[in-house]
């Protein structure tokens, strides 16, 4: 089994929105209600790829996964700060591919003088079929520790879910 991470590229749009597609219909990972049209999607990886680092995790060639950096709040002055984005094909999480994306996503964003990353989290008081506490417990486990947390912020599937903000300082604030 071979695995290696690329930058993502345009033509992998379907297949990434084949893996998000499934935790908008299945999950609460994302609020989101709907999948987006291929054609939103793809702006929207134009957009990022433009100014932030977008990779893509391959098993054997195919794409298993995503991550990337954008823009946290949108003002000048959070400009060293950004917020983090990751999916894996749902049948392979808690394999190593969502670690090895994440450290090579940092690497890059420290070399672009980032300082701070920040991962915006659906969280369940209790645990369901819907969300669990996978999510923060993987970001805590590479180095990530809670910011803030707002309480049934976000309802999907009629129940009410948290919202965790975690962070990772990556950098010296000079």
Not at 8 to 25: N, W
Not at 137 to 158: P, S, V, Y
Request: charged share 30%; aromatic share 14%; glycine share 6%.
């Amino acid at each position: 089994m071979q695995i290696s991470i690329r930058d993502a590229k345009p033509e992998d749009a379907g297949r990434l929105l084949e893996i998000y597609s499934y935790y908008v219909e299945n999950t609460a990972i994302t609020f989101d209600y709907d999948v987006p049209a291929l054609s939103e999607f793809e702006d929207q990886m134009r957009k990022i790829i433009s100014r932030y680092p977008y990779l893509v995790v391959c098993r054997n060639g195919k794409v298993m996964g995503y991550a990337y950096a954008h823009a946290f709040v949108g003002r000048a002055a959070y400009d060293r700060s950004v917020e983090l984005t990751i999916y894996l094909d749902h049948e392979v999480r808690k394999c190593g591919m969502g670690r090895l994306l994440y450290e090579a996503l940092e690497k890059r964003l420290k070399a672009m003088g980032k300082l701070n990353l920040y991962a915006c989290i659906g969280y369940p008081e209790v645990e369901d079929e819907y969300l669990t506490k996978n999510s923060a417990q993987f970001h805590e486990h590479l180095g990530f520790t809670l910011a803030g947390r707002f309480r049934e912020c976000g309802c999907k599937f009629n129940r009410w879910y948290d919202m965790v903000w975690m962070e990772k300082i990556i950098g010296e604030h000079l």
